[in-house]
Nanobody, 115 residues
Framework: QVQLVESGGGLVQPGGSLRLSCAAS????????MAWYRQAPGKQRELVAT???????NYADSVKGRSTVSRDNAKLTVYLHINSLKPEDTAVYYC?????????WGQGTQVTVSS
């Protein structure tokens, strides 16, 4: 059974940083592109960052320069580290794994940036 389990969300002050983790099943981790999405209240879900099995990364303009997506192949875990957090980063963050014929989602983790 495929599972994506996110962790690391919470309440953070503006200017702070956090690291989200996504633990994935081994059956998909090495064959799927891993990604982070987020969805703010009243808004559509948007792509934040992606990382391929080869380690190639891509970022949304909204987080480029202040975020890093990485993966630990031994732990089957993908990370998203965001610095200089802003109130507009507040959202539910979702882990995603996709391949040509499959697409999996985690349950999401809430990130709230507020003083």
């Amino acid at each position: 059974q495929v599972q994506l389990v996110e962790s690391g969300g919470g309440l953070v002050q503006p200017g702070g940083s956090l690291r989200l983790s996504c633990a994935a099943s081994g059956s998909i981790f090495r064959t799927h592109v891993m990604a982070w999405y987020r969805q703010a209240p009243g808004k559509q879900r948007e792509l934040v960052a992606t990382i391929t099995s080869a380690g190639t990364t891509n970022y949304a303009d909204s987080v480029k320069g202040r975020s890093t997506v990485s993966r630990d192949n031994a732990k089957l875990t993908v990370y998203l580290h965001i610095n200089s957090l802003k109130p507009e980063d507040t959202a539910v963050y979702y882990c995603n794994a996709r391949a040509p014929f499959t697409n999996y989602w985690g349950q999401g983790t809430q990130v709230t940036v507020s003083s």
